[in-house]
């Protein structure tokens, strides 16, 4: 997954090649057994003008973990969309994530193939606060 483009004042937090037993799919056999996925994630972060080494200060990429982990295992999910949209907005509840790019893959849908999946890119509506 190619890191989404940083400009200046961006840094980038991601997670990479996650792999998670989740119940996804829409079809019946799909709703009785957690499937392998794979996901990443990669977060466009407004840096904040600080040398401090403060976990505070930086966007804790074991708190997005926690997060994917419990999205992704909680209840069964029809579609990898609907999981990736639900980590995209989970992520951007961070008021200094402007760019969520997320990847999920199913991993063992086809015999001839590695994964199966989606990728989606949201941005922070920075409308309201005139950034």
């Given at each position: 997954m190619a890191a989404a483009v940083a400009g200046p004042g961006v840094r980038h937090?991601?997670?990479?090649d996650m792999v998670l037993h989740a119940s996804i799919g829409i079809h019946p056999h799909e709703h009785g057994a957690p499937q392998r996925v794979r996901i990443n994630v990669d977060l466009g972060v407004?840096?904040?003008?600080?040398?401090?080494?403060?976990?505070?200060?930086?966007v804790d990429y074991e708190k997005v973990a926690r997060t994917v982990r419990?999205?992704?295992t909680t209840g069964h999910i029809n579609l990898v969309e609907t999981l990736a949209e639900r980590i995209a907005l989970a992520c951007l509840e961070d008021g200094r994530v402007?760019?969520?790019r997320v990847r999920v893959e199913k991993l063992d849908v086809f015999e001839d193939t590695l994964a199966a999946g989606v990728?989606?890119?949201?941005?922070?509506?920075?409308?309201s606060t005139g950034g």
């Amino acid at each position: 997954m190619a890191a989404a483009v940083a400009g200046p004042g961006v840094r980038h937090v991601f997670l990479r090649d996650m792999v998670l037993h989740a119940s996804i799919g829409i079809h019946p056999h799909e709703h009785g057994a957690p499937q392998r996925v794979r996901i990443n994630v990669d977060l466009g972060v407004a840096e904040q003008a600080s040398s401090q080494d403060r976990l505070d200060r930086v966007v804790d990429y074991e708190k997005v973990a926690r997060t994917v982990r419990h999205i992704a295992t909680t209840g069964h999910i029809n579609l990898v969309e609907t999981l990736a949209e639900r980590i995209a907005l989970a992520c951007l509840e961070d008021g200094r994530v402007r760019l969520a790019r997320v990847r999920v893959e199913k991993l063992d849908v086809f015999e001839d193939t590695l994964a199966a999946g989606v990728e989606i890119e949201r941005r922070a509506d920075t409308s309201s606060t005139g950034g």
